[in-house]
């Protein structure tokens, strides 16, 4: 098993551990020398926070631990595509890697709740082509082992 699958499979774990039926199966973990540094699920109802998405939350928790502003060096793991906020975080961070395992499609929730995930309609992909530094990107690692943790109603 490689080091990404390593994380991403702790991830999946750490996800189906955190998830409350009354919030989404969202979550980000960033490493860095592989070492956790941060682990952190979406917070946007519970905190009625429209910022406090997983990845944007790990950022500020994994800068405090740090005390740095800069993660190079580091790896973000998410649930799915980062939106053009998180991204953005990302790079302003400084971060080597986003290796994310699914796009909002993938969500059975999005069609039966007729939900519009990305109000911003620019990919992760297009926005990291536009950065600098350049970020790698790693898009539907294990897509099939984790696609069940999306399977849920969110009524």
């Given at each position: 098993?490689?080091?990404?699958?390593?994380?991403?499979?702790?991830?999946?774990?750490?996800?189906?551990?955190?998830?409350?039926?009354?919030?989404?199966?969202?979550?980000?973990?960033?490493?860095?020398?592989?070492?956790?540094?941060?682990?952190?699920?979406?917070?946007?109802?519970?905190?009625?926070?429209?910022?406090?998405?997983?990845?944007?939350?790990?950022?500020?928790?994994a800068?405090?631990?740090?005390?740095?502003?800069?993660?190079?060096?580091c790896?973000?793991?998410?649930?799915?595509?980062?939106?053009?906020?998180?991204?953005?975080?990302?790079i302003?961070a400084?971060m080597?890697?986003?290796?994310?395992?699914?796009?909002?499609?993938?969500?059975?929730?999005?069609?039966?709740?007729?939900?519009?995930?990305r109000?911003?309609?620019?990919?992760?992909?297009e926005?990291l082509?536009?950065?600098?530094?350049k970020?790698e990107?790693?898009?539907?690692?294990?897509?099939?082992?984790?696609?069940e943790?999306l399977?849920?109603?969110?009524?």
């Amino acid at each position: 098993m490689n080091t990404e699958e390593k994380y991403m499979l702790k991830s999946i774990e750490i996800a189906k551990s955190w998830f409350k039926a009354w919030e989404y199966p969202i979550w980000a973990v960033i490493v860095k020398n592989d070492k956790i540094i941060a682990v952190w699920e979406v917070r946007r109802k519970r905190d009625e926070d429209p910022t406090a998405h997983a990845e944007i939350v790990a950022i500020r928790n994994a800068c405090n631990k740090l005390n740095s502003r800069s993660l190079e060096g580091c790896i973000i793991y998410s649930t799915q595509e980062c939106c053009p906020m998180c991204t953005s975080a990302i790079i302003w961070a400084k971060m080597d890697w986003i290796i994310f395992w699914a796009f909002s499609s993938d969500t059975k929730w999005k069609e039966t709740n007729n939900y519009s995930w990305r109000q911003i309609d620019i990919s992760c992909k297009e926005l990291l082509s536009k950065s600098l530094p350049k970020i790698e990107l790693i898009e539907w690692f294990l897509r099939e082992k984790c696609k069940e943790l999306l399977d849920f109603d969110s009524n």
